[in-house]
């Protein structure tokens, strides 16, 4: 399984952006899916923005048209790119990797988002 280590998390007051990375220890040119995941206290883990195949993207309503996920190949790098962010997008943001379909996934350690003013 690949290694994945987040960083980029902090305390923005709402309406403010901020960009995650997850560096992963081999390369992801080829892997299935790489992605982000988050919870929140007392709710489960969920889904925020992922990549298919290398080109497909998928993102939760309730980010849409507020995050970009995008992946650098040569840096073997996924980030995240948040922006207008909200009070209820506070929670540990995890990197996910599964390379094929059927593979165990890899998570990172996550990182804290705290949205407050």
């Known amino acids: 399984q690949v290694q994945l280590v987040e960083s980029g998390g902090g305390l923005v007051q709402p309406g403010g952006s901020l960009r995650l990375s997850c560096v992963a220890s081999?390369?992801?040119?080829?892997?299935?899916?790489v992605g982000w995941y988050r919870q929140a206290p007392g709710k489960q883990r969920e889904l925020v923005a992922r990549?298919?195949?290398?080109?497909?993207?998928n993102y939760a309503d309730s980010v849409k048209g507020r995050f970009t996920i995008s992946r650098d190949n040569a840096e073997n790098t996924v980030y995240l790119q948040m922006s207008s962010l909200k009070p209820e997008d506070t929670a540990v943001y995890y990197c996910?990797?599964?390379?094929?379909?059927?593979?165990?996934?890899?998570w990172g350690q996550g990182t804290q988002v705290t949205v407050s003013s």
């Open positions: 990549i298919l195949s290398g080109t497909i993207t």
């Open positions: 996910n990797a599964r390379a094929t379909p059927i593979s165990g996934d890899s």
């Open positions: 081999g390369s992801i040119f080829s892997i299935y899916a």
